[in-house]
T-cell receptor, first 114, second 111 residues
């Protein structure tokens, strides 16, 4: 399985600011995924990030609010822009397994917006 | 503190007993299913998977059952231990490599 790290692990931000979350994988992967997990809830896919192309966003998520970069095969960033308290969530990145079809997840970034 | 599982259904089980966690999935075209375990403060951890051409798969202390007729998935944990306390999610995958997660179940193991 891939080893995935995320930075920061947690943050407290003021409304109206932005937070950029980094995701680093220890191997080259084609697809990286960003999820949101709101308090007490399940995971919802925000977007799929492929290297060299625009991210593909799910219904309800837009690039202006959640811009994503994918500069190479081991790294991606998710920015949560113009923060509001409703953005308080855990944000997780994941990658497809190279052998299995499963996805492996990073530890998550816990965001609290005041 | 961590709020994962705060509003999810809870399964309380005595240590040493077997646990059964159920999941109804939505897409009849899904061909791959995964169970994840999420402990407080961590990301989801892969437990076991199953393809749609199977109806049962066993791992170490865990068994996944798939009933495609009624679109139902279950995870059985044998001899539940305190370390099994966590939130458990099922996920389904159809075309496009996208995972869709179920609502989750919090398992609380009582000593």
């Amino acid at each position: 399985s891939a080893v995935i790290s995320q930075k920061p692990s947690r943050d407290i931000c003021q409304r109206g600011t932005s937070l950029t979350i980094q995701c680093q994988v220890d191997s080259q992967v084609t697809m990286m995924f960003w999820y949101r997990q709101q308090p007490g809830q399940s995971l919802t896919l925000i977007a799929t990030a492929n290297q060299g192309s625009e991210a593909t966003y799910e219904s309800g998520f837009v690039i202006d609010k959640f811009p994503i970069s994918r500069p190479n095969l081991t790294f991606s960033t998710l920015t949560v822009s113009n923060l509001s308290p409703e953005d308080s969530s855990i944000y997780l990145c994941s990658v497809d397994g190279t052998v299995q079809e499963t996805q492996y997840f990073g530890p998550g970034t816990r965001l609290l917006v005041l | 503190g961590e709020s994962v599982g705060l509003h999810l259904p809870t399964l309380s089980v005595q240590e040493g007993d077997n646990s059964i966690i159920n999941c109804a999935y939505s897409n009849s075209a899904s061909d791959y299913f995964i169970w994840y375990k999420q402990e407080s403060g961590k990301g989801p951890q892969f437990i076991i998977d199953i393809r749609s051409n199977m109806d049962k798969r066993q791992g170490q202390r865990v068994t996944v059952l798939l009933n495609k007729t009624v679109k139902h998935l279950s995870l059985q944990i044998a001899a539940t231990q305190p370390g099994d306390s966590a939130v458990y999610f099922c996920a389904e995958k159809a075309a496009g490599n996208k995972l869709t997660f179920g609502g989750g179940t919090r398992v609380l193991v009582k000593p």
